[in-house]
């Protein structure tokens, strides 16, 4: 277990139970689809618009980070946030088991699902700086983390299917309701472990920003994204991605950032706002395929468990590589993955004699561990910068630049998606539109030179010098 995975320390345990929790919740991914598909009558276009919206509190993690540093709950800087979090996960799915049957309902129980767990990521970021006393030991906990994360994702991902199955959509969002619990019992553990003694001063500052401009500007967007939503403001989703971009960056320069940071941290960017197919290809598989609930939930525990062992294999590898060299490879393989769904839509199993479900389990074994491979070095990256006492705020500021690319993809993937008109009655341009998201899925190779320059004068500057002979010294 050492060898494998390196050294675990019992401080690390409401960390990974965090993680663990939020990568079980794939425990839905399954019956969302078909909640989606068959009761809601969303179509790929309207998924995508759900998800822009139901993505976006993951650029607010710069808030709760904050506030998190600098305002105790009941005394608390870490357990009470923790238990925030879980609250509102909690109420997301009570609504989805419940009284959700509309696109807004929907809406408004995704959002509640996705910002109990961005809050619970925000805490287990900070925790997972404070539990380590090296630098080395951050990347060992974040490496620890997306293990844990996986091995959520693995211990429900045939089950999510067969659940979906079984009690339909709802019945599984009643189950979900556990992981929420198992949050909040590990939350009992963190005052026991590294939960800080006690704030900073409430004046202090992190490179020129003080944590309540940090709060505050992040809540004045949130409040334009509410305010355009509700009045369906023409381009609401394109002017909150757009202002949320801009108050970002200008935090960033606030907060005080090197430059390499900010070089990769826009290349994330780039490559994580890329658009994807959408729902539109699961829903073509669903009808003209015949991929069920269980075999979905087949492909879920492929992939999470090819994604674990994956880790396993290239920790080392991926923990001490440069980041533009990950990037590469990730962004080549990615494309190139995506080639069999496309060969898939213009009959590629007819053609070699094989199954559907064949190249379906085939692809994703091979392509299931590019997307964690990819973030751990991002984020040991920024865990290294964080400075101290201010652990939650500098990671959130960074990951919520990150995860706003996400919102961008969903709204990219929505345009494509009107712009070749794919529904659930109609998926005549579907191929089209892969082969599309295919050659888009490249376009982050162009900023990749860039990082690697910065890269190479950040390695350069941080060498010592040589060594002087004794001649040398006498002049």
Known sequence: ?????????????????????????TITGVALVFLQKEELKLSPADVADVGFWST?????????????????????????????????????????????????????????????????????????????ETGEEVAQVQ??????????????????GVLAARVGPRGVMAVALVLPALVAAA????????????????????????????????????????????????????????????????LLRRVGITRAV???????????????????????????????????????????????VGLVVFRKQVVKAPVSATLFWVTIAGAVFLLPNIGLFYGLAEALGVTPRTIAVVDTTISAPLGQLMMVPMLTLIAKIAPKGAEATMFAIMASLMNLALSASELFTRWLNDAFAVTQRDYSNLGLLMITVCVLSLTPLLVLPG??????AADAGSRPPPTLTRREMRH
């Open 56 to 132: 976006l509190p993951w650029s607010m993690k710069m808030v709760v980070g904050a506030a998190s540093d600098v305002h105790p709950l009941f005394g608390s800087r870490r357990t009470s946030y923790l238990l925030l979090g879980v609250a509102t996960t909690a109420l997301g799915y009570v609504a989805l088991a419940t009284v959700v049957t509309t696109k807004a309902t929907y809406l408004l129980a995704t959002v509640c699902v996705a910002t109990g767990f961005m809050i619970q990521d925000v805490i287990a970021d900070a925790l997972s700086v404070q539990v380590a």
């Open 143 to 160: 490496t620890l983390g997306r293990m844990a994360l996986l091995a959520g994702m693995i211990s429900v991902g045939y089950l999510g």
């Open 187 to 250: 939350a009992l553990l963190v005052r026991g472990g590294r939960e800080p003694a006690a704030p900073p001063p409430a004046g202090a500052r992190l490179g020129g920003a003080s944590p309540g401009l940090v709060i505050g500007v992040g809540l004045g967007y949130a409040l334009l994204g509410v305010a355009l939503n509700l009045l369906a403001a023409p381009g609401a989703q394109e002017i909150v991605l757009v202002v949320s971009a801009v108050l970002l960056i200008l």
């Open 451 to 456: 990082l690697r320059r910065m890269e190479r």
């Open 1 to 25: 277990m050492r060898t494998a995975l390196g050294g675990i320390r019992l401080a690390y345990l409401p960390v990974l139970a965090t993680y663990f929790a939020y990568g079980a919740s």
């Open 262 to 308: 900010a070089v990769a941290a826009f290349v994330v960017f780039v490559f994580r706002a890329t658009p994807s197919v959408g729902q539109g290809y699961g829903y073509w598989a669903i009808d003209e395929l015949g991929f069920d609930q269980e075999f979905l939930g087949v492909l879920a525990q492929v992939g999470a468990v090819v994604s674990l």
